[in-house]
């Protein structure tokens, strides 16, 4: 759409000027112009014209909305955008002010986009956080786990309606059930209304420690961010082959932390008595019975378990 300041710029020209005089008298017949001075009685001829730059671009750019060719090919002239005006009357005149407004388009890619920098994984495949969900769809996918499914569901609600609890969930059962993908559901479902998450791949994230002893500042910001998130997921706990320092200083110092102060949630192949036994054992030290009770103190009491039954969905279309 040409700028009417274009228009205006020229307006010795006579050309210029009967077309300018066209686009005002295709204004004063627009709906939309039609709709605002019968609101507004005030608004005459004369502040038609006083603003007309504005009601131009006020009626182009519901035009292009009514044809919208997707927010990444908008042609308004602030992508994503339209032109909203606010009347106001001052003794007895109206002032016509012009602003801006995100179209729903653009406030859906915005709150991706908050959504997507509130949640952080570590050797996570972001795809699980990004595909989208459907609450049917999860529903419908296996009626096997449904009372697991409703229980993720109670959980995410009550958090909506009374804030966060210290108390997590701890996500049971056989491979492919869909664990991680719940977890993920319910990440993206919290960080809509505000809460920061970190999900983390166990037996990647170990193998990394093992690594990165060495790099003090490096493994300070990364548990601290787990320390500090409002939500954080142990994805497949009991897969990782531990050592005592990734143990006891590492996943005991995190949990440690939140204990009491914000909910941890974690997803296992194993129950949680098969998990101390796995806690219980590394490969410098072997068995070590009261360090996997130790660190089961700091996880058992502050979960309720959800048993997740169903069919192996990896593979299927």
């Given at each position: 759409?040409e700028?009417?300041?274009?228009?205006?710029d020229?307006?010795?020209?006579?050309?210029?000027?009967?077309?300018t005089?066209?686009?005002?008298?295709?204004?004063?017949?627009?709906?939309l112009?039609?709709?605002l001075?019968?609101?507004?009685?005030?608004?005459?001829?004369?502040?038609?014209?006083l603003n007309?730059?504005?009601?131009?671009?006020?009626?182009?750019?519901?035009?292009?909305?009514?044809?919208?060719?997707g927010?990444?090919?908008?042609?308004?002239d602030?992508?994503?955008?339209?032109?909203k005006?606010?009347?106001?009357?001052?003794?007895?005149?109206?002032?016509?002010?012009?602003?801006?407004?995100?179209?729903h388009?653009?406030?859906?890619?915005?709150?991706?986009?908050?959504?997507?920098?509130?949640?952080?994984?570590?050797?996570?495949?972001?795809?699980?956080?990004?595909?989208?969900?459907?609450?049917m769809?999860?529903?419908?996918?296996?009626?096997?786990?449904?009372?697991?499914?409703?229980?993720?569901?109670?959980?995410?609600?009550?958090?909506k309606?009374?804030?966060?609890?210290?108390?997590?969930?701890?996500?049971?059962?056989?491979?492919?059930?869909?664990?991680?993908?719940l977890?993920?559901?319910?990440?993206h479902?919290?960080?809509?209304?505000?809460?920061?998450?970190?999900?983390?791949?166990?037996?990647?994230?170990?193998?990394?420690?093992k690594?990165?002893?060495q790099e003090?500042?490096?493994?300070?910001?990364?548990?601290?961010?787990?320390?500090?998130?409002?939500?954080?997921?142990?994805?497949?706990?009991?897969a990782?082959n531990?050592?005592?320092?990734?143990?006891?200083?590492?996943?005991?110092s995190i949990?440690?932390?939140?204990?009491?102060?914000?909910?941890?949630?974690?997803?296992?192949?194993?129950?949680l008595?098969?998990?101390?036994?796995?806690l219980?054992?590394?490969?410098?030290?072997?068995?070590?019975?009261?360090?996997?009770?130790?660190?089961?103190?700091?996880?058992?009491p502050?979960?309720?378990?959800?048993?997740?039954?169903?069919?192996n969905?990896?593979?299927?279309?």
């Amino acid at each position: 759409m040409e700028s009417l300041g274009q228009l205006l710029d020229h307006l010795k020209n006579p050309d210029i000027r009967r077309r300018t005089e066209s686009i005002t008298e295709e204004l004063l017949q627009n709906p939309l112009i039609r709709a605002l001075r019968s609101e507004y009685p005030e608004i005459d001829d004369r502040v038609i014209r006083l603003n007309l730059s504005k009601l131009y671009q006020y009626a182009g750019d519901h035009k292009h909305c009514e044809q919208c060719p997707g927010l990444e090919h908008c042609p308004n002239d602030f992508q994503g955008h339209f032109s909203k005006l606010d009347i106001e009357r001052v003794n007895g005149t109206v002032e016509i002010y012009e602003r801006k407004a995100p179209c729903h388009l653009q406030v859906a890619k915005t709150n991706a986009e908050m959504i997507r920098k509130r949640i952080r994984s570590f050797y996570v495949d972001d795809h699980a956080l990004n595909e989208g969900y459907n609450n049917m769809e999860i529903m419908a996918k296996d009626r096997l786990r449904a009372p697991a499914v409703h229980q993720i569901f109670r959980y995410i609600q009550d958090v909506k309606e009374n804030g966060l609890s210290p108390r997590g969930l701890y996500l049971t059962g056989a491979f492919g059930t869909g664990k991680t993908y719940l977890m993920c559901y319910l990440l993206h479902e919290l960080a809509m209304v505000g809460y920061t998450g970190v999900i983390v791949y166990m037996p990647d994230f170990v193998e990394d420690l093992k690594s990165m002893m060495q790099e003090g500042q490096k493994l300070k910001e990364m548990t601290e961010t787990m320390k500090e998130c409002d939500l954080l997921i142990f994805d497949d706990i009991g897969a990782e082959n531990l050592n005592p320092w990734v143990r006891d200083h590492v996943l005991g110092s995190i949990l440690n932390y939140r204990m009491n102060r914000k909910p941890t949630f974690y997803t296992s192949n194993y129950p949680l008595d098969g998990l101390e036994r796995h806690l219980s054992f590394t490969s410098k030290d072997g068995e070590e019975l009261h360090k996997g009770q130790r660190l089961m103190n700091r996880i058992a009491p502050f979960v309720d378990v959800v048993q997740l039954f169903g069919e192996n969905q990896r593979g299927k279309f």
